[in-house]
């Protein structure tokens, strides 16, 4: 298992992973309003690869209007075995080192799974909106 930064030499992955993400696309509609070339945009953009060299998990850093905006993502077979933890780890470290100081997030107020994992990297409610939360993490003071 290992993190792969997507570039334009291995946009196919990143392909292959939005292809693979069924139900998911439901609450992670990301690029459902971008096309792909929106990554030339951002701080990183990571897929997380099993053994095998599939993708099972992806995150962004995206910044837009002095915001960073995190963005995570795990295919639906394989919820529940940690990869978002170590997915929100790696894009958390990363941040760090490029010197973020806060990290926003939107989410579903019914993706209790998703929020579950935010608190516990410690994000707190910015805003509490009709259909989804706003958190934001503050790194650095």
Not at 11 to 22: N, Q, R, S, Y
Not at 57 to 84: F, R, S, T
Not at 103 to 124: G, H, P, R, W
Request: hydrophobic share 40%; proline share 3%.
């Amino acid at each position: 298992m290992r993190f792969v930064n997507v570039s334009e030499k291995n946009i196919p992955l990143l392909k292959e992973f939005i292809e693979k993400m069924g139900e998911a696309s439901l609450s992670f509609r990301y690029f459902q309003t971008r096309s792909i070339e929106v990554i030339k945009n951002h701080l990183l953009t990571v897929l997380l690869l099993d053994s095998l060299e599939n993708p099972i998990a992806y995150g962004h850093l995206d910044p837009e209007n002095d915001v960073i905006w995190l963005g995570i993502c795990v295919l639906p077979e394989q919820m529940g075995k940690g990869y978002g933890n170590k997915m929100m780890e790696y894009l958390l470290k990363c941040a760090g080192e490029l010197n973020v100081d806060s990290i926003s997030l939107t989410v579903d107020n019914n993706n209790l799974s998703a929020i579950k994992l935010y608190e516990k990297f410690k994000f707190k409610i910015e805003a509490e909106l009709k259909d989804y939360f706003r958190y934001k993490l503050t790194l650095l003071n």
